[in-house]
């Protein structure tokens, strides 16, 4: 080619050369590139080593008080959450009450449906057996990956004692689920580690690409955005199962009530007369079954129904259809957020032709004009008013616990296993610091790391597996009983065995 170039009278000598200076210049910006981009991974690699080598050395370092030393001994299980007093007391006086908070916190702390839940737990007054004339729900608001947040709320309502307190409980989308699993008192391990263990573990469970591909392409047999029978079929019955032996038990004097959208007439409805595992299961989807994106409506004993966040997202009003006095609320959304009232993407091109097939029109045209987002607004101010009113004003009495304002909010369909930990850990919090007799504000975060310190260096070596190379990661594979022998004992040498090892398990 460049021998007839030369040979062609029209073709100068300077084209020619031009033409190589060209050529030469595209191959050493390739191998520029290149050679960066291998730079720039292992200087990547090297961060996150480093990273972690001081993370280990911090963990190993650290001298806790006995009684936070006592506690970090204690497995992430139902037996770290049978008494709070040790841990309370341990952790009293480290954090001094802010002035500018002390008003407030005091002031929410004294609510009726606060002292209720106190006085049943110091009473060791149980479900079924009450000798005081009031009924006590915990309502639970979903959210899809919100929901983290009301997994940490719940698991600090086990680990202070107060799990008896309660006379039923509601729960809206995910709320249902995490109700199901605090009924059964399965909430510590299962109801916060499927958050972060599970259904972070990839795109199996949520993938914004199926979007692309069914919505756009117009793809048939696409799996939904989010993957809901994933986590009730599999996730539920096999990888963190439900007690269900347990769960019945509970049940009859502390019953689960999920509550869903009746797709027929657009109002919400408790669905509580499943006799078997398989039909709470069916109840649970149909409660979480987010329009547009977590798969088909549900039809139990001949209705159809839809996620709870059309009619009834924070699930209180059924509790007090059904005759309760009492009501706390688990939020996920924190306080005195700004919420839309005005239908955006989601609701015009996503949820709402869900329903434009068959017999809802009804539905879909509520959709497209985001009539449940003002609905939401609302029972979030009716929530800030109950709160203030004082003693002489019910029953019914409500009260909510809510991340504080100013928080970052978790998306519904947040994937990143550190962010979903920080907020659980958040729920907890606060929780802890709003519950306890004890507690002074900037306690629960203390409290939270305690009882999480171990599922946080899971993601740190999950994080780690990175940066071990996958030839190297065969060659250190080891027998899985061994992971958790040595995981409590670890050095960073150690770490990136036990990263790849989880990954793989994983």
């Known amino acids: 080619m460049w021998n007839e170039s030369l040979a062609h009278p029209e073709v100068p000598m300077c084209m020619f050369v031009h033409i190589v200076h060209v050529h030469a210049l595209e191959s050493y910006g390739r191998a520029a590139r290149l050679c960066y981009g291998r730079v720039h991974v ?53 954090a001094p009450l802010r002035e500018e908070h002390a008003h407030l916190h005091e002031s929410v702390r004294q609510h009726p449906v606060l002292r209720l839940i ?13 000798t005081d004339p009031f009924k006590l729900a915990l309502a639970i608001e979903g959210g899809g990956m919100r929901g983290c947040l009301s997994a940490g709320m719940a698991a600090a309502i086990e680990h202070l004692g107060y799990h008896n307190a309660f006379d039923a409980v509601y729960g809206a989308s995910a709320g249902s689920i995490i109700g199901a699993y605090f ?91 499943f006799q078997s595992l398989s039909e709470l299961l069916d109840a649970l989807r149909a409660s979480a079954r987010v329009p547009g994106i977590a798969g088909p409506p549900v039809k139990i004993r001949g209705d159809t129904y839809v996620d709870a966040l059309l009619s009834e997202p924070l699930p209180f009003r059924s509790a007090i259809q059904d005759g309760c006095t009492h009501v706390l609320v688990l939020r996920t959304r924190p306080e ?42 609302q029972e979030l101010a009716f929530l800030d008013k109950k709160r203030d009113e004082k003693d002489g004003s019910g029953p019914p009495y409500i009260t909510f616990l809510a991340p504080p304002k100013g928080s970052e909010e978790v998306n519904q369909l947040e994937v990143r296993r550190s962010r979903v930990l920080a907020a659980t850990k958040l729920g907890f919090a606060v929780a802890y610091e709003t519950l306890s007799e004890l507690a ?50 670890a050095t960073p040498s150690q770490a990136g065995e036990m990263a790849s090892l989880d990954q793989d398990a994983s």
């Open 118 to 130: 106190r006085q049943r737990a110091a009473s060791n007054s149980m479900p079924g057996a009450r």
């Open 336 to 377: 005195k957020c700004t919420v839309a009232v005005q239908a955006g993407l989601y609701e015009k091109f996503v949820a709402s032709p869900a329903f434009r097939s068959g017999a809802f029109h009804h539905m879909a045209e509520f959709i497209k004009r985001g009539g449940q987002l003002p609905l939401y607004a």
């Open 183 to 273: 009924v059964s008192q399965q909430v510590p391990r299962f109801g916060c580690g499927i958050y972060y263990d599970v259904l972070c573990n990839g795109r199996e469970f949520i993938d914004l690409t199926r979007l692309l591909l069914g919505k756009v392409l117009g793809e048939k047999n696409v799996k939904p955005v989010l993957h809901l029978d994933l986590l009730l079929d599999e996730v539920m019955q096999k990888v963190k199962p439900l007690n269900w032996d347990t769960f019945w038990e509970k049940h009859q004097h502390q019953p689960l009530k999920p509550v869903a959208t009746c797709a027929n007439t657009g109002q919400s409805r408790v669905l509580d007369e």
């Open 440 to 489: 002074q504000v900037g306690m629960g975060a203390r409290a939270a790391d305690i009882v999480f310190a171990g599922e946080e260096n899971k993601v740190m070596m999950r994080r780690a597996v990175r940066d071990v190379p996958r030839r190297k990661r065969k060659a250190s594979k080891a027998p899985a009983s061994n992971i958790e022998s040595n995981r409590s004992s």
């Open 42 to 94: 292992a200087h990547a690699r090297a961060r996150r080593r480093a990273s972690y080598r001081v993370f280990a050395q911090q963990r190993q370092n650290d001298a806790p008080s006995h009684a936070q030393a006592e506690a970090k001994k204690l497995p992430l299980g139902a037996e770290l959450y049978r008494d709070g007093s040790d841990l309370e007391r341990g952790l009293k006086g480290q």
